[in-house]
């Protein structure tokens, strides 16, 4: 915290819909189900570093969205980070990728996405993007 305030680090990253269905990853340390994301590359807006992110850590290709559909937050012991979250019309599922040594990859239904997604933050925009109703 900086006199009383917490710093926040901004990233972006994507919701990867590939016709009626999501594509998310694992994440490298904690293996739980998120979407490709990441710090915004120099250079870049937030829309093209996030579509980047979706290559690297996916293997995914598309055509991404200006407009996002929310931010979500999530903290480590290094601090706080707000994802800018764009929607990504998928246009190729690649067999090989980047980082597919280091993380899962799964192609799942909405429904089943928010099922999946523990991040209550992440989850709601998903949730709210397609209109579902979260039941616990």
Known sequence: MLNGEEKISYQSGVLPIAGDMIVLVTGRRSGKWIIPKGYVEKGMSPAESAAKEAWEEAGVTGKVLEKDIGTYRFS????????????????????????????????????????????????RLVAEYFALRLEY
């Open 76 to 123: 480590r012991p290094s601090g706080v980070f707000a994802v800018q979250v764009f929607p990504l019309e998928v246009l190729e599922i690649r067999d090989e990728w980047q980082e597919m040594h280091v993380r899962r990859r799964t192609v799942v239904t909405p429904l089943e996405a928010v099922r999946l997604i523990s991040h209550e933050g992440l989850r």
